[in-house]
């Protein structure tokens, strides 16, 4: 069979990930891929938001270390893309970043439950303390909703992130999972199977199955992605989530290029 494209991958720019664009490549072809896309965090409007993006001076940097990759690869498709970060109130700045380079798609991703505090940053994990996870989670899906709602997004990037530590809900999440599809399905976009998950404290791929379900009852389209931080990780988990798709019912994923999605059997 042929791998499905692997969607969501880094670059050292991002200041926590390790290798060359050219090793992940290369890694991609030894593990059987035939196209990948780097979609590595994408500058905020201030650099000193946070420490782990590329700064914005740096992001032609990315581009070309990208169109290198591409030029030199034979056998592999290689797309250039963005994991943006949704933030109510970022709109403009991700509009200005959509215009910047002909990107191929871009992953809206909601890290940030509040300016402060990204839900799935090992240093930010104290702030769960003495939190409600349910509230937690209320906040990061209405987010979530609110990035599918906004239209600037192809994919929305690994849709339960909150459960990264394991500090989930009691109550029924289902209804917040709806909401945020609902929108999903009104605005068009494509959600990914993010495989980081398996490598994460929740030891499960990004989104749950009950999730998947739902999507899948909505015909959500679908990409794939293992978050590579590191060119070992290109590819990784795809057995298992080609067989999760598969399982709830998906038998075609979806691709990019300049922001067109096709799709192609899985
Ligand atoms: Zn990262
Ligand atoms: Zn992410």
């Given at each position: 069979m042929s791998w499905p494209a692997d969607y969501h991958m880094h670059t050292p720019l991002c200041r926590h990930a390790s290798g060359r664009p050219a090793e992940y490549a290369a890694r991609a072809v030894a593990v059987g891929l035939t196209e990948i896309g780097f979609s590595d965090h994408?500058?905020?409007?201030?650099?000193?938001?946070?420490?782990?993006?590329?700064?914005?001076?740096?992001?032609?940097?990315?581009?070309?270390?990208?169109?290198?990759?591409?030029?030199?690869s034979t056998g592999l498709t290689v797309r250039l893309a963005l994991e943006i970060d949704y933030l109510p109130g970022h709109e403009d700045w991700i509009r200005e970043l959509a215009v910047r380079h002909p990107w191929d798609y871009l992953i809206g991703s909601v890290h940030y439950?509040?300016?402060?505090?990204?839900?799935?940053?090992?240093?930010?994990?104290?702030?769960?303390?003495?939190?409600?996870?349910?509230?937690?989670?209320?906040?990061?899906?209405?987010?979530?909703?609110?990035?599918?709602?906004?239209?600037?997004f192809d994919i929305i990037g690994h849709a339960d992130l909150p459960k990264k530590?394991?500090?989930?809900?009691?109550?029924?999440?289902?209804?917040?999972?709806?909401?945020?599809?609902?929108?999903?399905?009104?605005?068009?976009?494509?959600?990914?199977?993010?495989?980081?998950g398996l490598r994460k404290d929740c030891q499960e791929i990004y989104p749950s199955r009950a999730f998947l379900q739902l999507a899948?009852?909505?015909?959500?389209?679908?990409?794939?992605?293992?978050?590579?931080?590191?060119?070992?990780?290109?590819?990784?988990?795809?057995?298992?989530?080609?067989?999760?798709?598969?399982?709830?019912?998906?038998?075609?994923y979806c691709r990019f290029f300049k922001r067109r999605r096709t799709e192609s059997p899985l």
């Open positions: 994408s500058p905020m409007r201030r650099d000193d938001f946070d420490n782990w993006r590329m700064r914005f001076d740096q992001l032609d940097e990315y581009v070309e270390s990208v169109r290198r990759v591409q030029k030199d439950v509040s300016d402060s505090w990204a839900v799935d940053n090992p240093e930010d994990i104290a702030k769960w303390k003495g939190r409600d996870p349910y509230e937690v989670w209320a906040a990061y899906f209405d987010r979530l909703t609110e990035a599918a709602d906004s239209g600037l530590f394991r500090i989930c809900p009691k109550e029924d999440c289902g209804p917040l999972f709806n909401r945020f599809l609902e929108s999903a399905q009104k605005k068009n976009v494509a959600i990914e199977l993010n495989t980081a899948a009852q909505r015909n959500i389209p679908i990409t794939f992605g293992s978050d590579a931080h590191a060119p070992v990780e290109v590819g990784s988990g795809f057995v298992e989530a080609v067989a999760l798709a598969r399982s709830v019912g998906y038998n075609r």
